[in-house]
């Protein structure tokens, strides 16, 4: 620092060298607070990013749900559809997928916009399809027929 300004500072007895450097050291941990709360929330929002691009691809790239999505697509999920073990299996499967996103949900890890961007149609497409929407609330998708609940009340509101 320039010795006037120290001295300027000194001479009104309010600034000692000492008060100077505290008030530098303040002001550079400020700073780096800031700064690594900005890194962790960039770092954070690539995560989550990324996390995110996973569901993605496990729901639409894998071949697993491809069969049920057809099916609900196309309104072909009944009763009589149900009573073939594999279709309930690969169903349960399917319900499971969302039962973990709305879980996710509860615990406060996923927003409700996220899920929707990403799974709004086939969330809808539960929810109109009443064997399936019955199938969720009858076998214990508890988190799931939350989210689905609170959708549709949202959709009624509308």
């Known amino acids: 620092m320039h010795p006037v ?10 600034w000692g060298v000492q008060e100077i450097l505290d008030m530098l050291v303040s002001v550079v941990t400020i700073v780096g ?35 049920v999505r057809r099916r609900m697509d196309h309104n072909g999920i009944t009763d009589e559809w149900l009573k073939v073990e594999a279709n309930e299996e690969q169903l349960v499967d399917y319900l499971n997928f969302f039962e973990f996103i ?13 899920i929707e961007r990403l799974f709004d149609y086939y969330l809808k497409l539960i929810s109109d399809r009443p064997v399936v929407r019955a199938y969720v609330a009858q076998w214990g998708f508890e988190d799931l027929d939350r989210l689905l609940n609170n959708r549709e009340r949202r959709e009624q509101r509308r």
């Open 5 to 14: 300004v120290l001295m300027c500072c000194v001479g009104r007895g309010h």
């Open 33 to 67: 607070g800031v700064a690594l709360v900005r890194v962790y929330y960039r770092d954070h929002l690539r995560k989550k990013a990324e996390w995110m691009h996973q569901l993605y691809t496990k729901f639409f790239e894998n071949d697993q749900f491809k069969k």
């Open 102 to 114: 709305a879980s996710l949900h509860t615990m406060g890890q996923i927003r409700q916009q996220e």
